[in-house]
């Protein structure tokens, strides 16, 4: 292959920020075809009157077969009062180091991690992790950073703490922290912080993750807190009565709370308490009038609202700090308190609210902005990033996840005019759930005693991303995220990697093997985002994917129960180009094609009773087995297993891609590209016409069916309903 890579233009927009006079930093992914490019040096970016922009790219996934780039990583500086929003990103040309005005700089030690932003610096000790040891507010300019300046010292403070049901705290300050950077600039820098908390005597309890995200030029940094009960399987709940960090904002003169929009001052102490009405009844939906917060001043309720902004603000007199939570309403019972020691954010109340039972496995995953500035500066919001979304034509094109055509380009108009039908529709419902949902999606409560997680909400994601990638719509990738959010905290058991929970009617509450559900959600989100938290959960559950179909596999695990994990272990591949996964796909391959076998006129294989279902997941295993290794047996299986299940399905008259069956769809485009014999897509247009009869956004996921349907020219020839 040529390193150099192809030449090309990828046009990006960029999201509007929230403040017309704030310059922040953009992120986002851009997918690429196999083949394109090879080194995240060959690239450049232009803004819209064509001047070079500073970027920072990271390579999130390499194809397998020949190591191109399939998803790249890309973080620059926006400035805010620019009207221009589109930026061109060139591939396949040599870079060039555009010069930054602003650069943060990391230093790794023996002690721990520096981060300098270029006007804020702060220091996290491998001697106990308290978040931030230091920091300072570079306020005057001058690019040093004095004693003087110094806005938070954790000495003296616990940093992260649980509490657990008998009253003994467990804190991360006599914790000894796995420090990791795992992006070093010039735009954007993340430290992972990962480890346990622990009592005095270093016994250990509640593991957590940490990732500090600091930006270029800037003073706001963005937290991400996972705490996860890593208690060993069969282990009783472990009931919890608070979750808490730190933050050493000290000797704070004035405060304010934002709720309903208005800003409430509130004095140097105060504690804000967002929960709903608690009616003891398990499966009680809750509403917006359930939800309840009240702010006490000396031990006085100050102000009683239905739900906090989220965002808080304090002020010494010589420095301010800004706190934004993301989703607050959403991941009620939540608390923030502030008294002399500073701000305490509250993940799970220490008061007003009952004990937390956390399951074997389960995690919590927090998002909150802290921002600072200097005397009589004005600080209130944190804008944060904005979104970079790639031009939904060229994502689709590149085949990285899939292959299709935008809904301008589809000629199947009926069909995408019912999709955005059902997907307005069900975005519109989703926008008032997930505010009030408890946990991310609109948990119900669980124990009458306790609280903790109750539903699933997985079962869609697949299609709300796929919608994202043909539209570019934010809004659909905000619904796909929230609910991998849900599934990477309470579907996945964290210890083991097994999926905990799929939907309430399959798993039953209980730990099943793996992932009921499409395997590649996960791996799809992370190209589209490069979340580190969910390629790190997505690591777990591959692993216990390869026990379950390659390492442990048993004869008797066949169909969907084969089929599910096989689809992860194979889509892996593409992702990590880790060996254990390569292997095992080898493997799954080599099997495959041994369990075909014609007995007394009956055929059987691996796919089981067969079927779109159990044969579609193994079907969708095998294709990108061949596509990562090109693996003969992986081929063979392939194609013979795709005729069986056509065969089949037809005789039975279940000839559709509705529902979960549309996981057909790209198996049969692949067939045809192997092939060239345009009768699968002939069977498959057929059957995606016979499910188009219903409001089913599942057929979001026929979109490559669609896309070769006009290559060949074959037009639509019946009307949905």
Excluded at 241 to 256: N, V
Excluded at 350 to 377: D, I, N, Y
Aim: hydrophobic share 40%; with cysteine.
């Amino acid at each position: 292959a040529d390193l150099a890579g192809a030449k090309g233009d990828v046009r990006l927009t960029v999201q509007r920020l929230n403040s017309a006079s704030t310059r922040c930093v953009a992120t986002g992914t851009v997918l690429f075809p196999r083949g394109t490019l090879f080194r995240k040096d060959r690239v450049r970016l232009f803004d819209a009157t064509g001047t070079p922009v500073p970027v920072q790219t990271q390579v999130l996934a390499r194809y397998a077969a020949n190591g191109a780039i399939r998803s790249l990583y890309v973080a620059f500086p926006v400035d805010g009062d620019a009207r221009a929003v589109d930026f061109t990103l060139r591939h396949g040309v040599a870079s060039a180091r555009e010069a930054a005005r602003k650069r943060v700089a990391v230093q790794a030690t023996a002690d721990g991690v520096v981060v300098n932003t270029g006007v804020l610096k702060f220091a996290l000790s491998r001697k106990g992790f308290r978040l931030f040891d230091k920091a300072w507010l570079d306020a005057n300019g001058d690019g040093t950073y004095a004693d003087s300046e110094c806005v938070l010292e954790a000495e003296g403070t616990d940093g992260l703490a649980v509490i657990d049901d008998g009253g003994t705290r467990w804190e991360s300050q006599h914790d000894t922290p796995t420090l990791v950077v795992e992006r070093a600039g010039p735009v954007e820098a993340v430290i992972r912080a990962q480890g346990w908390h622990r009592d005095a005597a270093g016994q250990a309890k509640m593991g957590y993750i940490v990732r500090v995200f600091a930006y270029a030029g800037s003073a706001e940094v963005k937290i991400e807190h996972t705490f996860e009960n890593l208690t060993r399987s069969g282990a009783p709940e472990t009931g919890l009565r608070g979750i808490a960090l730190a933050l050493p904002f000290r000797h704070i003169a004035q405060s304010h709370v934002q709720a309903g929009g208005r800003r409430l001052p509130m004095g140097p102490e105060f504690y804000a308490l967002q929960t709903a009405i608690d009616n003891d009844l398990r499966g009680t939906v809750v509403t917006p009038d359930d939800l309840r917060a009240t702010v006490t001043r000396a031990g006085k309720t100050a102000t009683e609202v239905r739900k906090l902004d989220g965002q808080f603000s304090f002020d010494t007199g010589r420095a301010a700090m800004a706190l934004r939570i993301e989703d607050l309403g959403a991941n009620y019972p939540l608390a923030v308190r502030a008294d002399d020691d500073g701000v305490t954010v509250e993940l799970w109340p220490t008061r007003g609210v009952k004990a937390l039972l956390l399951t074997h496995g389960m995690a919590k995953t927090h998002r909150f902005w802290l921002g600072f500035a200097g005397k009589h500066e004005a600080l209130t919001t944190l804008p944060g990033t904005a979104r970079t979304v790639t031009d939904p034509a060229h994502m689709l094109a590149s085949g990285a996840i899939t292959w299709g055509v935008t809904p301008e380009q589809s000629t199947f108009k009926d069909v995408d005019a019912m999709l955005k039908r059902s997907f307005d529709l069900q975005a519109a419902v989703m926008d008032v759930v997930f505010p009030i949902g408890k946990f991310n999606v609109g948990d119900l409560p669980h124990h009458h005693t306790a609280q903790g997680w109750g539903n699933s909400e997985t079962a869609r994601s697949r299609n709300w991303l796929t919608q994202y990638l043909r539209t570019g719509d934010l809004r659909a990738l905000a619904v796909a995220e929230r609910t991998i959010r849900h599934t990477v905290d309470v579907d996945v058991d964290h210890v083991h990697g097994n999926q905990y929970t799929h939907n309430m009617h399959h798993a039953l509450g209980g730990t099943s093997h793996v992932c009921h559900d499409y395997p590649e959600i996960m791996s799809t989100h992370y190209l589209l985002t490069g979340d580190l938290l969910v390629l790190d959960i997505n690591r777990r559950n591959a692993a216990s994917c390869r026990g379950w179909a390659v390492d442990r596999w048993k004869e008797w695990r066949q169909g969907r129960a084969h089929g599910w994990p096989a689809w992860h272990v194979a889509e892996m591949c593409d992702v990590t180009c880790e060996k254990a996964n390569l292997d095992g796909a080898l493997t799954i391959a080599r099997r495959f094609r041994e369990s075909i076998k014609v007995t007394d006129g009956k055929r059987t294989s691996l796919s089981g009773k067969g079927g779109l279902l159990y044969g579609g997941t193994n079907l969708n295993a095998l294709m990108r087995i061949h596509r990562s290794t090109g693996d003969s047996d992986a081929r063979s299986s392939f194609l013979e297993e795709m005729d069986h299940t056509i065969e089949q399905a037809r005789a039975e008259g279940g000839w559709q891609f509705g529902n979960r069956f549309s996981v057909m769809a790209d198996p049969m485009v692949y067939a045809w590209r192997i092939t060239g014999d345009r009768t699968y897509i002939e069977r498959g247009i057929e059957a995606l016409e016979t499910a188009a009869r219903s409001t089913d956004r599942y057929l979001v996921n026929c979109l490559p069916l669609i896309a070769a349907a006009a290559e060949l020219g074959i037009k639509p020839s019946t009307q949905p309903d």
